[in-house]
T-cell receptor
Framework: GENVEQHPSTLSVQEGDSAVIKCTYSDSASNYFPWYKQELGKRPQLIIDIRSNVGEKKDQRIAVTLNKTAKHFSLHITETQPEDSAVYFCAASSGYSTLTFGKGTMLLVSP | GAVVSQHPSWVICKSGTSVKIECRSLDFQATTMFWYRQFPKQSLMLMATSNEGSKATYEQGVEKDKFLINHASLTLSTLTVTSAHPEDSSFYIC?????????????FGDGTRLSIL
């Protein structure tokens, strides 16, 4: 089955800096890669996703890149703000399969 | 759009009690819903996949007689934790996927924090 590795497990940045979280996956059939943000005690919220037919997708301060050859994808947050502090999860799936999640990255943005 | 409602949000009960958690997709139809368990500071652990009108598919190590899943309609799935014990205390989250084709996003409910005394 699919295996998703996520790094780093924790990331501390200063407000205004950029943050990058990286994930790798094992199943070359995976073609859908969402990113979720989870604040403490709350639901994971989909913040951006990318499908394998594109290499990059951007939504305001958030961008995701995908390298299918290397089987890795990354989340980029620019101009970080304290409200970006949360746990971020990457995930991968193919077609109708279930999502396989990474272990999460705790992002802390200090004012 | 894509709202998933889960309740109750918090349950505290005595050991031996059975607890039922509901997960509803409010503005879309979900042939597939998922139940996760999350321990503090850990990732989401898939417990089972719930398919409308058929039996749930349980992940390895999850007791199907302990965690009963029913997906009776395209908008409702329920998880019943039977004869709950303190070790069942956890954060349970459901998610639903729109029936509209492949690679649709999963949308999560608010979760249920279960505490067994």
């Amino acid at each position: 089955g699919e295996n998703v590795e996520q790094h780093p497990s924790t990331l501390s940045v200063q407000e205004g800096d950029s943050a990058v979280i990286k994930c790798t996956y094992s199943d070359s059939a995976s073609n859908y890669f969402p990113w979720y943000k989870q604040e403490l005690g709350k639901r994971p919220q989909l913040i951006i996703d990318i499908r394998s037919n594109v290499g990059e997708k951007k939504d305001q301060r958030i961008a995701v890149t995908l390298n299918k050859t290397a089987k890795h994808f990354s989340l980029h947050i620019t101009e970080t703000q304290p409200e970006d502090s949360a746990v971020y999860f990457c995930a991968a799936s193919s077609g109708y399969s279930t999502l396989t999640f990474g272990k999460g990255t705790m992002l802390l943005v200090s004012p | 759009g894509a709202v998933v409602s889960q309740h109750p949000s918090w349950v505290i009960c005595k050991s031996g009690t059975s607890v039922k958690i509901e997960c509803r997709s409010l503005d879309f139809q979900a042939t597939t819903m998922f139940w996760y368990r999350q321990f503090p500071k850990q990732s989401l652990m898939l417990m089972a996949t719930s398919n409308e009108g058929s039996k749930a598919t349980y992940e390895q190590g999850v007791e199907k007689d302990k965690f009963l899943i029913n997906h009776a309609s395209l908008t409702l799935s329920t998880l019943t934790v039977t004869s709950a014990h303190p070790e069942d205390s956890s954060f349970y989250i459901c998610s639903a996927r729109d029936r509209g084709g492949k690679n649709q996003p999963q949308h999560f409910g608010d979760g249920t924090r279960l505490s067994i005394l």
